[in-house]
């Protein structure tokens, strides 16, 4: 009974592999969206005092290819974290992630 549920549960981990990378993806994307009212006030806050024309600029830059940036360079570094869980680790690991992220969404009433 136990190797079955060993067995079960290896499996279930094999299933996550091929789709590291974009479960990794996910993950960022998610967090962006959690925290990205959080990070735009930062962004508001620090430059408010420029002229509107900077501060479309900054904002269209931190916007479109800051997100851009952060997702392209953190996705990778998620999915290296992920590699090295086991089979029976990651699907475990991935649904608390994604648990913890739904979380606090819903604290943040975004859902």
């Known amino acids: 009974m136990r190797e079955l549920l060993y067995q079960l549960l290896t499996d279930w981990g094999l299933l996550f592999r091929?789709?590291?990378?974009?479960?990794a993806l996910a993950m960022v994307a998610t967090t962006l969206v959690v925290?990205?009212?959080?990070?735009?006030r930062f962004i508001?806050?620090?430059?408010?005092?420029?002229?509107?024309?900077?501060?479309?600029?900054?904002f269209i830059l931190v916007c479109a290819f800051g997100y851009g940036a952060v997702t392209i360079f953190l996705t990778p570094?998620?999915?290296g974290l992920l590699v090295r869980l086991t089979n029976i680790e990651l699907p475990w690991v991935c649904l608390a992630i994604f648990i913890a992220l739904g979380m606090l969404?819903?604290?943040?009433?975004?859902?």
Request: aromatic fraction near 10%; glycine fraction near 6%; charged fraction near 25%.
């Open 44 to 58: 508001r806050r620090q430059i408010g005092s420029l002229h509107f024309i900077w501060r479309t600029a900054i």
């Open 105 to 111: 969404a819903q604290r943040k009433r975004q859902v």
């Open 77 to 79: 570094v998620v999915a």
């Open 18 to 23: 091929p789709y590291i990378r974009d479960i």
């Open 35 to 40: 925290f990205g009212d959080d990070i735009n």
